[in-house]
């Protein structure tokens, strides 16, 4: 047997050990693991994120990144790769990496930035590597659930990123309940451990599960037998694998390095990596990369749904989606909104930032001024404390301010991605008449939201959605707004340039490309109504080969 090793890294005046291993009669190495219960405890599944917790808008799916690349500084690459990616997840944040013989995960609840330093990327060392940035979708946001998980066996260790959504939990549970004990998973009974609640740890836990086959054989196994929406990308202590959904629904892209290939979810990681774009990942196909270099299967045949909304709003504006231009499909967008719903106005102003581009594209065909009418404090982000009752009053005005001087007197046309229930929208209105605004037509460059998404976006419930029982006109009396213009279903279409069949519209239309199983089947905390039948948390609560980091704890403290 190999022994293990630990390094230890010193923040500020916390010391955290890192614990790393190898196996080869299947027993782990020694360990020192720290795990603080303030990690281990943290979060009830209430987000902290909200300037208005009671106006929650669409909130994003996760990011995945996976590099092999021998030679490479493979963390510091998946550091800004999952960096590039934290518009899509802003919760928790880790980074799996492997030497070849033993895998180590760091990971903490907070954004990118707060999770790792210098000191933490420098004991990562390695040629293959794994990250992820989460919104939860399914399980609480807790540092149990953070990514990627981790679990060990006699074969070898998996490391799993997952971006999406599945819809059937229940199922997978009791596959996993249903594995053989003993028969290959590391017997580690250190002391009492939490559960994990997330579909990921499901999915690996399965895919650990492989005494008498290769892990890569264990995939085309596994993942036929998944539902609803995944880009997964994980590894072993050797090679990297990536595989997306029969229908697509999330993105996932495959670059290339001078000495390497990188997975992700969207073009613009590969950039700030430099890394080739070379193609999409095909739904249905399982990409693996060792070095023996790269090689596909086809583990079900393609049947494409991508996701309409990530043109709107979930994808950064550049980012290459079935390959347009994200930003360019935008402005493209705002075009056809001025033509459909023209307004008598001044000034044309974006809320910012996604509502940016298709400003941009409404100016420019209804031949109305371009302006910046509203200032964004850029330092509000998702891990903003939520304001006390006292201050709730300030609302919007954490996030935006009005330019008094551009708009007073003006007539204007404002632009938006979305409206979920109105209370942003109302709120903003307001302040816009207040600052001295003479008309607002409000113009949004999707449909109405009517339904729930099942695959990785986690809206409002559908009876908080304000477009499910109000026309369009009532919606407009309801935010306060001189005239209301949605971009139509078919115009949104036509602007993405990909076939409608191609697309899912579900959240507009209400038609799930992936059916769906009975409603208590269904929801964010499905697996933390029975948490004693999950299985135990080797995967992700750090036992002997993951750990939390010190992170977001004290970043209020940090200069």
Known sequence: MSSGSAYRVSRASRTVSIARFSWADGTPGPYDEYVPDSHRRRGDGRLTHEIDPHDRGPQDACGVFGVWAPGEDVAKLTYYGIYALQHRGQESAGIAVSNGRQILV????GLVSQVFDESTL????????????????????????????????????IALGHNGNLTNTSDLLRMVKRLPSGTGELDIHARKLEHSTNDTSLVTALLAHHPDTSLEERA????????????????DETTLYAARDPQGIRPLVLGRLERGWVVASETAALDIVGASYVREVEPGELVAVDEDGLRTRRFAEAAPKGCLFEFVYLARPDTRISNQRVHSVRVEIGRKLARAFPAEADLVIPVPESGTPSAIGYAEASGIPYGTGLVKNSYVGRTFIQ??????????????????????????????????????????????REAGAREVHVRISS??????????????TRAELIANGLSNDEICSSIGADSLGYIGLDDLVEATTVPADDLCRACFDGVYPVALPEPEHLGKHLLESFPEQMPATLDVDGLSASLAGAGAADALERP
């Not at 085309?220 to 590894?235: C, D, K, N, T, Y």
């Not at 449909?447 to 409002?460: E, R, T």
């Open 447 to 460: 449909p109405p939201v009517k339904w729930p998404c099942f695959y990785g976006i986690d809206f409002a």
């Open 122 to 157: 420098e004991a990562l060392k390695g040629h293959v590597a794994v990250g992820h940035a989460r919104y939860s979708t399914t399980g609480a946001s807790t540092w149990q659930n953070a990514q990627p998980t981790f679990r060990p066996t006699a074969e070898g260790s």
């Open 220 to 235: 085309i196994e596994v993942l036929p037998q998944l539902r609803g929406a995944f880009s997964f990308v994980w590894m």
């Open 387 to 432: 304001p006390s009752q006292t201050i709730r009053q300030l609302g919007i005005r954490l996030k935006l301010n009005p330019l008094r001087d551009v708009i007073e007197g003006k007539r204007l046309v404002v632009v938006d991605d979305s409206i979920v229930r109105g209370n942003t929208q109302r709120a903003l209105i307001r302040m816009l």
């Open 106 to 109: 760091y990971k903490d609840m």
